[in-house]
């Protein structure tokens, strides 16, 4: 399994701009969760989907923020003005869960590194 | 409430020594506990779990973690460290309730020659 993809790797703005992070899951996982990391704040949850629905958005700093995961292979998170403020590292994880079981064990992709000039 | 508590930001060691991460947890609920480890710029790899069983967990790369009730603690250790293990640990508390993984604020091991 090729585990989850993440685009772009890196990724270089100008304040004002749109910016749109995108990942693709681990075939066969139903969760997905956008994280952001920074040295400040550390690893935080921004959103996470179930089935393709957003089930808890309450780490979205602000409505900048949106997350959309149109079918169960793909999920954007979107950052519309971005300001040199957003700037991190944010992740995309994945996992197969189901509910009351342990194993819902979620796999990282590499991130993408969002610097906003 | 449930939350993770990494004691230590930082954890300088020698090479070929051994190593202990703390980690505490706060929960009223059974409880799944996970370390991550992140190597610089990369994402976070699942390094061992605790879901039931044994509470003497062996994970990738020589680490084991004890799960110890009494105590609310899920300590990573490495009997002998490599320079290739400097990276950012996690521990994590996996919420049934709410669904989420509840991560520590990290501890760095710099491994030094």
């Known amino acids: 399994d090729a585990g989850v993809i993440q685009s772009p790797r890196h990724e270089v703005t100008e304040m004002g701009q749109e910016v749109t992070l995108r990942c693709k899951p681990i075939?066969?996982?139903?969760?997905l969760f956008w994280y952001r990391q920074t040295m400040m704040r550390g690893l935080e949850l921004l959103i996470y989907f179930n089935n393709n629905v957003p089930i808890d958005d309450s780490g979205m700093p602000e409505d900048r923020f949106s997350a959309k995961m149109p079918n169960a292979s793909f999920s954007t998170l979107k950052i519309q003005p971005s300001e040199p403020r957003d700037s991190a590292v944010y992740f995309c994880a994945s996992s197969r869960y189901t509910s009351g079981s342990t194993k819902n064990i979620q796999y990282f992709g590499a991130g993408t590194r969002l610097s906003v000039l | 409430a449930q939350s993770v508590t990494q004691l230590d930001s930082q954890v300088p060691v020698f090479e070929e020594a051994p190593v202990e991460l703390r980690c505490n947890y706060s929960?009223?609920?059974?409880?799944?506990l996970f370390w991550y480890v992140q190597y610089p710029n990369q994402g976070l790899q699942l390094l061992l779990k605790y879901l039931s069983g044994s509470t003497l967990v062996k994970g990738i790369n020589g680490f084991e973690a004890e799960f110890n009730k009494s105590q609310t603690s899920f300590h990573l250790r490495k009997p002998s460290v490599h320079i290739s293990d400097t990276a950012e640990y996690f521990c994590?508390?996996?919420?049934?309730?709410?669904?989420?993984?509840?991560f520590g604020q990290g501890t760095t091991l710099q491994v030094k020659p």
């Open positions: 994590a508390l996996f919420s049934s309730n709410t669904g989420k993984l509840i």
């Open positions: 929960s009223s609920v059974s409880v799944y």
């Open positions: 075939s066969g996982h139903n969760s």
